[in-house]
Structures are given as C-alpha cells and as structure tokens.
Antibody
C-alpha cells in the first residue's frame, strides 16, 4: 500500500531554516508528483507548491517564492521541502501528499514545525 | 491569484439531513475544483475531483457539481462519521492551487 512517512517535529528560531522529508513507498516514485500543504494552528489549508518526481519541475505558491525549495531524491524515493528565513507565522503542520498539480488520496502524517524565539 | 469563497463557514445538521456547501471562484476555473474532508488531527482526504468525480472508495452520499465559478458539495444523508471540516480547492491554468476557507460540519 502507498505510504508517505514524514520526518519528526521541529522547533526553530526565527530566521532559521527547516527541511522536512517525506519518504514514499508502495508505488513507483517517479510516476507521481509530490504536493506540499501546510496548516497553521486552528487555521485552514494553505497550498505551498508541488514538485514532479519525474523531472524535478516545481511550482511554488507566489507567497513563498524565494523562501521555499522542493527537491526529490529518486534513489531513496524521498521528497524534501526546505523553508528558509522562518517567521512565527510559519508555525504550522506541514503535509506532503502524492499527486500534482493537486494532492490526491495519499498524504503523509504531517510534521509540526514550531518557530519560536 | 484566484480566490475561493466557501460558505457557510460552519453548519449544524441532524443525522440523515441533506447538507450543502458552496464554493465560488473569483474567475472561471472550468471544472478544476476538488473537495477534501479533514477530521481533527488528521490529514485531509480527497473526496471529489474535477468538480463531480467521486474518488475511489468514497461513499456515494458525497457528491459535487458545478462549473465555471459556482460549485456545490452535497452530503445526501449526513452520518455521524461525516463530522469534519470540508475544503474546496481550485487549480488554475498555471497549475497553482487555492483552498477555500473551510466549512466545519457538526451534528445538531
């Protein structure tokens, strides 16, 4: 069965960077893209972007352009999302999901990133 | 960016009731509209894609309709396990996405 397993919770100081991983199994990794969505505490869903695991093409939300980088490692079937220059309003649960341009039926368990001084 | 206006933000209904949620796009998005269900503490789940297509394994009491700018999501007979927040989501011709603000569904 398809599984997406994300890395553990992180606590970061403002201005730092965070890199969240998403290890996929149960399907051919390069046949699907990976989407990233985040959710601030008590808030709605926010699309961050997606990456093609086939050719590495990316599409980022305009709001995050310049601060976010999505990559994949096809040798380990792992996707990564790095967010730089962290601010308090980046505190959120970050999800990866199989599928692009939109997240499909398979999601990771979520990774809580807390930004606090 | 295309804006999605979802309403209502919350609703309370009885088991067996028909529940309807609407989503309006700020411009024509054809049928590029999906619906997700999110239960507390869980990842979202795709229910409906391309406005009206039921994702595999999703109960048939869930349905979606619409095209252009106006879309509707319906639960034909609300069940206790349907308590969740529902989100619409669009993707545009640049393959950029926007989620609606969400509708929290509770049992009366």
């Amino acid at each position: 069965q398809v599984q997406l397993v994300q890395s553990g919770a992180e606590v970061k100081k403002p201005g730092a960077s965070v890199k969240v991983s998403c290890k996929a199994s149960g399907y051919t990794f390069t046949s699907y893209g990976i989407s990233w969505v985040r959710q601030a505490p008590g808030q709605g869903l926010e699309w961050m972007g997606w990456i093609s695991a086939y050719n590495g093409n990316t599409n980022y939300a305009q709001k995050l352009q310049g601060r976010v980088t999505m990559t994949t490692d096809t040798s380990t079937s792992t996707a990564y999302m790095e967010l730089r220059s962290l601010r308090s309003d980046d505190t959120a649960v970050y999800y990866c999901a199989r599928g692009s341009p939109y997240p499909g039926r398979d999601w990771g368990q979520g990774t809580l990133v807390t930004v606090s001084s | 960016d295309i804006q999605m206006t979802q309403s209502p933000s919350s609703l309370s209904a009885s088991v067996g009731d028909r529940v309807t949620i609407t989503c309006q796009a700020s411009q024509d998005i054809s049928n590029y509209l999906n619906w997700y269900q999110q239960k507390p503490g869980k990842a979202p789940k795709l229910l409906i894609y391309d406005a009206s297509n039921l994702e595999t394994g999703v109960p048939s009491r869930f349905s979606g309709s619409g095209s252009g700018t106006d879309f509707t999501f319906t639960i034909s007979s609300l069940q206790p396990e349907d308590i969740a927040t529902y989100y619409c989501q669009q993707y545009d011709n640049l393959l950029r996405l926007t989620f609606g603000g969400g509708t929290k569904v509770e049992i009366k």
